[in-house]
């Protein structure tokens, strides 16, 4: 866990199932510390204002592979979104 993440943003990157190589997009907003621990973790990140998030949807669902997962906060402590 890098030191400055609060505990809630900690959980929310340790319970994604990052593995190095892997691609992620991300929406969000603040300072971007959960962000810069995703990209720690898996090489790379491409990050989105939240303010397309939904018009991203149909894009995300067709550019997931069979096996993509799509994962928000909001969960304890993500929800998998089905897309």
Do not use: N
């Amino acid at each position: 866990m890098s030191a400055s993440l609060s505990s809630r943003l900690a959980a929310v990157v340790d319970a994604l199932p990052l593995v190095p190589g892997l691609r992620v997009l991300e929406f969000g907003c603040g300072p971007g510390a959960a962000a810069g621990e995703v990209a720690r973790r898996v090489g790379a990140l491409d990050g989105r204002h939240p303010a397309q998030q939904a018009p991203s949807l149909a894009r995300i669902a067709a550019a997931l592979t069979p096996t993509g997962r799509l994962f928000i906060d909001g969960g304890s402590p993500l929800r998998e979104l089905k897309v």
